[in-house]
């Protein structure tokens, strides 16, 4: 795509956004014209608190995967919701089915659940609680230090969760395609490159990767850190999308995305998050469709333990 259809696209995107009354809701792994064209982009846990404060757009259209906009409908219940692409899945929450997450808990009744916010609408339905990378540890630190817990379903957040708080979480065995695929060797063959760059790393990674990091965090926090730290070269591991508005906040900076083990490139997407492209997302608000339709049983169940997570992240 060229770029001048690229300013046509957005151009008509924000005649369009202005004729519905919409606000478009952006993750920090979209592609960058998508975040470029965002009214507002962030973190899960950022956009959670973003949409359960929106009042007067009529329109919502999150680009991102579809828990996401799951959960955008879920608070925001009586307006339209829309996505891109209703394909953009998640690796993470395809790891944890509803039904076998079920009789996990099932098994494990004295447990209190948390469940990470890459989770379908019925796993969520099953919590007790939600978390997001960036406030996982703080809720975990809400409940009594010998209190019985499950954590799903992503085990590397999980594991280092456990390892942080000295907590001895009962973990799902799930995972996300993207944050497993770094290397530790790779990461440490770039480390002899640069020497002095700090590392990056998100919690969802494996813990050899995690244990090599300067920084472990959600993604907000891991461009907080580049934002305000003296360094000039970065060396990223998780999705390659945040790049993006790092270089835009420090331009004078340098970030190296980090490499999985099975590419020549330097780089790890999220094909999901990346099905989602400024001409899907000029049709759906030409056309108010492909809208977002929970099931309002499990809708009301996951409510709760939504605004559970957003009332112990203030």
């Known amino acids: ?14 005649r369009l956004k202005k004729e519905k009354g919409a606000i478009i809701l952006a993750h920090y792994y979209q592609q960058g014209p998508i975040q470029d064209i965002a009214d507002y982009i962030g973190d899960s846990l950022a956009l959670a608190q973003k949409a359960a404060a929106i009042k007067d757009a009529e329109v919502i259209v999150m680009c991102g995967v579809h828990f996401m906009g799951e959960t955008v409908k879920v608070l925001c219940p009586g307006k339209k919701v829309l996505m891109p692409d ?3 899945g998640c690796s993470l929450a395809d790891s944890c089915p509803a039904d076998a997450f079920e009789t996990f ?19 969520k339905a099953l919590s007790d609680v939600l978390v997001t990378s960036g406030n996982a540890r703080k809720i975990v630190e809400s409940f009594p230090a010998d209190a019985k817990l499950i954590f799903g379903p992503d085990r590397n957040l999980g594991g280092y969760i456990n390892s942080v708080t000295g907590r001895d979480m009962l973990l799902w065995d799930g995972a996300c395609h993207v944050h497993e695929r770094f290397s530790a060797e790779r990461i440490a063959r770039l480390k002899e490159e640069h020497p002095g760059a700090p590392v990056l790393v998100h ?33 990223v ?20 995305a980090a490499p999985p083990t099975d590419s020549t490139c330097g780089c790890n997407d999220c094909s999901f998050m990346k099905l989602n492209t400024l001409e899907k997302l000029r049709n759906c608000l030409r056309d108010g469709k492909p809208e977002v339709i929970v099931d309002p049983e499990l809708a009301r169940k996951a409510l709760v333990p939504i605004e559970r997570m957003l009332e112990l992240s203030k």
Request: glycine share 4%; aromatic share 4%.
């Open 105 to 123: 808990v099932k098994a494990h009744p004295d447990h209190t659940v948390i469940s990470y916010v890459n989770t379908s609408l019925g796993v």
């Open 237 to 256: 591991a998780t999705e390659s999308g945040i790049l993006h508005e790092m270089q835009k906040k420090c331009p004078g900076k340098t970030f190296i």
């Open 203 to 235: 919690p969802e990674c494996k813990r050899a990767v995690v244990l090599m990091a300067d920084k472990v965090g959600s993604t907000a926090a891991l461009l907080e850190y580049a934002i305000n730290s003296p360094e000039q070269k970065f060396i």
């Open 1 to 14: 795509m060229t770029d001048s259809k690229d300013e046509a696209l957005k151009e008509e995107i924000l």
């Open 86 to 88: 209703l394909e953009a």
